[in-house]
T-cell receptor
Framework: ETGVTQSPTHLIKTRGQQVTLRCSSQSGHNTVSWYQQALGQGPQFIFQYYREEENGRGNFPPRFSGLQFPNYSSELNVNALELDDSALYLC???????????FGPGTRLTVT | AQKVTQAQTEISVVEKEDVTLDCVYETRDTTYYLFWYKQPPSGELVFLIRRNSFDEQNEISGRYSWNFQKSTSSFNFTITASQVVDSAVYFCALSENYGQNFVFGPGTRLSVLP
């Protein structure tokens, strides 16, 4: 069974740029959720995708957007990067019936 | 609105001591799910347990045990005979609306000293 994978591992961007982060879900899982974890804090829910549609969203502005593909992999896009967007971005996959979320290793984004 | 509180920011114990991590939650839903995750220094969140709101039976898994009490809205986690490898940040989380809304607590950093 393949676990959740994320790419890239680390990324450095400049304020105002755009970034795309990628996630491959665990086999058998059809739901993907994205989280932002600032240093020293708990993960904050960004949004969830199920069957290629957004299925819930946290308190994040529209410049945070996502996609889910037919193979259940997902992308997180962030436009107009701000310094406060520097964080660990975590992807988690689950099945809609079990609700247990399994997390990937994360992408560390630094905005300068 | 849902909320998870972990009042203990940091805990330090000596190896072989027992330690309990507290978690208090708030929700208006009657059906919800509670979770504990471990985040070692490597950064990857590791799933430990899920509990349904309608199942208050406590659970033991090896050195780990969980005490779920709806009357006090608590879901505490105890590690018996702690080991250095238990050192990590532990997060309690709450999910409402059948898994759509997932809220994490701020985490408790556990340091187990040899």
């Amino acid at each position: 069974e393949t676990g959740v994978t994320q790419s890239p591992t680390h990324l450095i961007k400049t304020r105002g740029q755009q970034v795309t982060l990628r996630c491959s879900s665990q086999s058998g899982h059809n739901t993907v959720s994205w989280y932002q974890q600032a240093l020293g804090q708990g993960p904050q829910f960004i949004f969830q995708y199920y069957r290629e549609e957004e299925n819930g969203r946290g308190n994040f502005p529209p410049r945070f957007s996502g996609l889910q593909f037919p193979n259940y992999s997902s992308e997180l896009n962030v436009n107009a990067l701000e310094l406060d967007d520097s964080a660990l971005y975590l992807c988690a996959s689950s099945s809609l019936t079990s609700f247990e979320q399994y997390f990937g290793p994360g992408t560390r984004l630094t905005v300068t | 609105a849902q909320k998870v509180t972990q009042a203990q920011t940091e805990i330090s114990v000596v190896e072989k001591e027992d330690v309990t991590l507290d978690c208090v939650y708030e929700t208006r839903d009657t059906t919800y799910y509670l979770f504990w995750y471990k985040q070692p220094p490597s950064g990857e969140l590791v799933f430990l347990i899920r509990r349904n709101s309608f199942d208050e039976q406590n659970e033991i898994s090896g050195r780990y045990s969980w005490n779920f009490q709806k009357s006090t809205s608590s879901f505490n986690f105890t590690i018996t005979a702690s080991q250095v490898v238990d050192s990590a940040v532990y997060f309690c989380a709450l999910s409402e609306n059948y898994g759509q809304n997932f809220v994490f607590g701020p985490g408790t950093r556990l340091s187990v000293l040899p």
